[in-house]
């Protein structure tokens, strides 16, 4: 009997140190600081940078909205150790900006937003012919719409009217900013600009490029432009990379992409004598709702004004990745302790492993949920799935144990439900999988949230609700392949998305096999 305890300790204690080995170098690998070559220094300055005054609770449909000045005045007197210009995009609102801009010295691209409503749009070009003409030793150059004819908000023949009224009117170049397509698709607005203004975003591409190949097509781009269109100058009005978010086929955010890109395009504007700007300078949380969460994360700097390290020192994907080792570390021996003393030396292998699993995809669904809920119905979905990963871990390692007293009626309890619990995971999967079918752009892939109910019902099939266990597995499994074949064979998100899926139909047809048996 010794000895059998003496087997089962030095498994177990031999198990405990590899999961949590495993588990920090999982943390840390996310999260290591990557050294790069500084784009910005205290010495040299970058160009421009696009500018929106929106504190981190703001947005621009907030009607009125009301200017900050003290906001505005920090976040300008951060950019001018950066940056020597900011581009703006509108004017209504935000009249105060280029006395603040002269006070710390920042040049301006001032816009005009242009919509469908031909009211507002008057009322933005008359302001920026004010502000142009009130201010000449600060704006630089004036830009009359931005993607309007990607929005298709208005004509190319009504753009070419106000392109000549604001012309007539202000002493500044006129120009006007769209993607770079537009540009070669509506060639009569090239003639009406005093230079061009295009945007260059590999991520946005209709065929995204991935980061290796991002800078290639970037150059590719501006150089036929610089020919296409000479002597006009060219200015790449936004480029930029995005720091969370979903992938588009091989085009991957992260804050290392963003930082890679950002540095790279930098020295490759230089060593060209590229005109630029950046998008953006500041994460911009309200543009979640209609791009998803990968538009609130383009910026050099967070939403709280911190910096992301994107110009310059090491760069982490995840800076706080001690905190979230910490979390897990606490959550993994929480969940040891609920099970108390493992049943056999096979469990004790298993046990650690288990609530390590559980730790790291119940915390990594965590700081996903962190990154895309926007409203209290999406925060409300991600802690229910939240709540169903802890669930699944108790579940789990009390199986392991050598239940005895309230382990047991705990057990008791959770394996009476475990069909549900499945089915909730199964229903999970069946939503989200119809959202990334069917309406998947701005979605990101939720496998850190179910893959543990997967795993644990693959591995310990329970009795569960068999007609609706059959119609969730159903659904999953015919959103596999759709789900794939649009997403294409280079999206590793994806990719792990459709793993999880499997696992997770593989669970709940072999729970469903498990209760005609029993019935």
Same mark, same amino acid.
């Given at each position: 009997?010794?000895?059998?305890?003496?087997?089962?300790?030095?498994?177990?204690?031999?198990?405990?140190?590899?999961?949590?080995?495993?588990?920090?170098?999982?943390?840390?690998?996310?999260?290591?600081?990557?050294?790069?070559?500084?784009?910005?220094?205290?010495?040299?300055?970058?160009?421009?940078?696009?500018?929106?005054?929106?504190?981190?609770?703001?947005?621009?449909?907030?009607?009125?909205?009301?200017?900050?000045?003290?906001?505005?005045?920090?976040?300008?007197?951060?950019?001018?150790?950066?940056?020597?210009?900011?581009?703006?995009?509108?004017?209504?609102?935000?009249?105060?900006?280029?006395?603040?801009?002269?006070?710390?010295?920042?040049?301006?691209?001032?816009?005009?937003?242009?919509?469908?409503?031909?009211?507002?749009?008057?009322?933005?070009?008359?302001?920026?012919?004010?502000?142009?003409?009130?201010?000449?030793?600060?704006?630089?150059?004036?830009?009359?719409?931005?993607?309007?004819?990607?929005?298709?908000?208005?004509?190319?023949?009504?753009?070419?009217?106000?392109?000549?009224?604001?012309?007539?009117?202000?002493?500044?170049?006129?120009?006007?900013?769209?993607?770079?397509?537009?540009?070669?698709?509506?060639?009569?607005?090239?003639?009406?600009?005093?230079?061009?203004?295009?945007?260059?975003?590999?991520?946005?591409?209709?065929?995204?490029?991935?980061?290796?190949?991002?800078?290639?097509?970037?150059?590719?781009?501006?150089?036929?432009?610089?020919?296409?269109?000479?002597?006009?100058?060219?200015?790449?009005?936004?480029?930029?990379?995005?720091?969370?978010?979903?992938?588009?086929?091989?085009?991957?955010?992260?804050?290392?992409?963003?930082?890679?890109?950002?540095?790279?395009?930098?020295?490759?504007?230089?060593?060209?004598?590229?005109?630029?700007?950046?998008?953006?300078?500041?994460?911009?949380?309200?543009?979640?709702?209609?791009?998803?969460?990968?538009?609130?994360?383009?910026?050099?700097?967070?939403?709280?004004?911190?910096?992301?390290?994107?110009?310059?020192?090491?760069?982490?994907?995840?800076?706080?990745?001690?905190? *979230? @080792?910490? !979390?897990? %570390?606490?959550?993994? #021996? $929480? =969940?040891?302790?609920? &099970? /108390?003393?493992?049943?056999?030396?096979?469990?004790?292998?298993?046990?650690?492993?288990?609530?390590?699993?559980?730790?790291?995809?119940?915390?990594?669904?965590?700081?996903?949920?962190?990154?895309?809920?926007?409203?209290?119905?999406?925060?409300?979905?991600?802690?229910?799935?939240?709540?169903?990963?802890?669930?699944?871990?108790?579940?789990?390692?009390?199986?392991?144990?050598?239940?005895?007293?309230?382990?047991?009626?705990?057990?008791? *309890? @959770?394996? !009476?439900? %475990?069909?549900?619990? #499945? $089915? =909730?995971?199964?229903? &999970? /999967?069946?939503?989200?999988?119809?959202?990334?079918?069917?309406?998947?752009?701005?979605?990101?892939?939720?496998?850190?949230?179910?893959?543990?109910?997967?795993?644990?019902?693959?591995?310990?099939?329970?009795?569960?609700?068999?007609?609706?266990?059959?119609?969730?597995?159903?659904?999953?499994?015919?959103?596999?392949?759709?789900?794939?074949?649009?997403?294409?064979?280079?999206?590793?998100?994806?990719?792990?998305?459709?793993?999880?899926?499997? @696992?997770?139909?593989?669970?709940?047809?072999?729970?469903?096999?498990?209760?005609?048996?029993?019935?």
């Amino acid at each position: 009997m010794k000895s059998d305890s003496r087997l089962l300790l030095v498994t177990y204690l031999i198990a405990l140190l590899l999961a949590v080995g495993a588990l920090a170098a999982g943390w840390y690998w996310i999260g290591r600081p990557l050294p790069l070559a500084d784009a910005a220094t205290p010495t040299h300055k970058l160009q421009c940078a696009s500018y929106t005054p929106f504190a981190k609770d703001q947005s621009p449909f907030q009607q009125p909205f009301v200017l900050r000045p003290e906001r505005v005045d920090t976040d300008l007197a951060l950019l001018a150790q950066r940056f020597t210009c900011i581009r703006t995009y509108s004017q209504i609102g935000l009249e105060a900006l280029p006395e603040l801009a002269r006070k710390h010295g920042l040049k301006m691209l001032a816009g005009a937003w242009i919509s469908a409503n031909p009211v507002d749009s008057e009322k933005e070009v008359a302001a920026l012919i004010s502000a142009a003409n009130a201010y000449p030793d600060v704006i630089e150059a004036v830009i009359v719409g931005n993607e309007v004819l990607l929005r298709k908000e208005a004509t190319e023949a009504q753009l070419v009217a106000l392109i000549e009224r604001v012309r007539a009117a202000v002493a500044q170049p006129v120009t006007y900013a769209d993607v770079w397509e537009f540009w070669i698709k509506h060639p009569q607005m090239a003639p009406a600009v005093d230079f061009l203004t295009i945007h260059l975003l590999p991520y946005w591409e209709d065929e995204p490029t991935g980061i290796d190949a991002a800078l290639a097509q970037v150059a590719n781009v501006r150089r036929a432009f610089g020919s296409a269109y000479a002597p006009k100058d060219i200015l790449i009005g936004e480029t930029g990379w995005p720091s969370e978010g979903r992938q588009r086929e091989t085009a991957l955010p992260s804050r290392v992409n963003e930082a890679l890109f950002i540095r790279g395009f930098v020295k490759l504007a230089e060593d060209n004598g590229w005109r630029y700007n950046l998008i953006e300078a500041f994460d911009q949380p309200w543009k979640r709702d209609s791009e998803g969460a990968v538009g609130g994360f383009w910026g050099l700097y967070d939403a709280d004004r911190q910096d992301k390290g994107i110009l310059a020192g090491p760069v982490s994907n995840l800076p706080h990745w001690p905190l *979230w @080792l910490g !979390a897990s %570390g606490l959550l993994l #021996l $929480a =969940a040891l302790c609920l &099970a /108390g003393r493992p049943a056999s030396p096979c469990a004790a292998l298993l046990l650690p492993f288990a609530a390590a699993l559980g730790a790291a995809c119940s915390l990594g669904w965590t700081e996903l949920a962190l990154v895309t809920s926007r409203y209290w119905g999406e925060w409300l979905w991600a802690a229910a799935l939240l709540g169903l990963n802890l669930i699944v871990l108790a579940h789990a390692v009390l199986a392991l144990s050598a239940r005895d007293g309230w382990r047991q009626r705990a057990f008791a *309890w @959770l394996e !009476a439900r %475990g069909g549900w619990w #499945l $089915a =909730a995971a199964g229903f &999970a /999967g069946a939503v989200l999988m119809l959202a990334l079918v069917f309406d998947a752009r701005y979605r990101s892939f939720p496998s850190l949230a179910l893959l543990l109910p997967a795993l644990v019902y693959l591995c310990r099939p329970v009795q569960g609700p068999r007609r609706e266990i059959a119609l969730l597995a159903a659904i999953i499994g015919a959103g596999i392949a759709p789900q794939l074949y649009q997403e294409g064979p280079h999206n590793l998100q994806a990719i792990g998305w459709a793993l999880t899926s499997a @696992l997770l139909l593989a669970a709940l047809w072999r729970s469903l096999r498990h209760s005609r048996r029993q019935a």
